[in-house]
């Protein structure tokens, strides 16, 4: 197992979603750090379950609590450790799937891969509970980051068929971005947010899931990030975004689209704008050569429809090695897509606060 990210941040992801606790140690942020306490709090209830009908019933507060590394309201220098403790297990959902493998859940290759040793109830170490200490980390880089005037927000672009516009590349202001930070399912236009809600609901009522992508936008980005050939800004932030279950497509800027293009619309025209080098169109999402270009950064994630559903899957068990049949019962996210939102961002915080500390060093962040 990888529990472990990071160059110049080392950030350890630990816990299973019917253990004790979840939690992070975070390594590598300077002494002194003053922490925003309420606005990792106000991140963590973004993605927090139980919340209403288009999420899994589950509920859990997801307050945290910080063990090691933090003083008098500012970081020591040493580990950061914050812990979030699970509070509402129902681990009895689980016991039939100990041996009858999920279709499209990790259970069968966890098994495989420990032996049969990891901890099923609730998905284990595999679970996407693990994403609230991945929240909780992207909170801090977030607050880093903003201080620096780079901004991160995301809209969910389409949940199945129904969908909505693309970003518009160029004119994205971090206004935009707070506001939309602030709503619980993100959305540029109303209308078709109700559509996608309804979308949602007619799934669930149907005991069946569906996906969707989430659009993410950076702005206030210096050019020069990015370390190629292998710590490419594409590459840092898609690692991230591939470690996030359910996560199964990444692109960036106008992405599998550009294929369609010829040359000559694909590529971005330069222009000076108050002597700033400037692109007249983003199609390459604010990356070039796998280094920031200082235009907005965009990129998109596909998201899965969620695997535990009601509906009948054959599958196999594995004590008996027969065939059989399957409906997951328990509670499960009928969408996993307004929940994520937080955690795609969190992800590319921590990719971009560890480019950030490569080019720049710690002490800016003082
Ligand atoms: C925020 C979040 C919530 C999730 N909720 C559920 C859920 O309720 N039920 C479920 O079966 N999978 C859920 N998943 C997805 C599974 O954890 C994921 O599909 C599984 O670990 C297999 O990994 P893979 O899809 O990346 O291959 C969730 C994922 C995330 C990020
Ligand atoms: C608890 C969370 O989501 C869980 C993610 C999840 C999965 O398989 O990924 C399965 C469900 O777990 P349980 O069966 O224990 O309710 C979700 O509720 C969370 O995101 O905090």
New binding site residues.
Partial sequence: MSGTWGEYLKLSLFGE??GKCIGIVLDGLPAGLKLDLPFIGRELAR???GKNPLS?P?K?K?EFEILSGFFKGTTTGAPLCCVIWNK???SG??SELKDTVRPG?ADYTAMVKHRGFNDYR??GH????L??PLVLAGAIAKQVLEKKGIMIGSHILNIGGIREDHFDSLRIDSGLLWKLTEQEFPILSEEAGIRMKQEILQAKAKEDSVGGVIETAVVGLPAGLGSPFFDSAESKIAHLLFAV??VKGVEFGTGFAITQMKGSEANDPYALADDKVVTLSNHNGGILGGITNGMPLLFRAAVKPT??IGKVQQTVNMASREETQITVQ????PCIVP?AVPVVESAAALALLDLMIEKDGVTWMN
């Fill in positions: 979603s019917h993605r927090a379950p899994t589950r859990e997801d509402d297990q129902h959902d689980y859940h609730g998905g595999f679970s996407g509970r994403t609230a279950p359910a695997p535990s328990g509670r499960h996210d929940r």
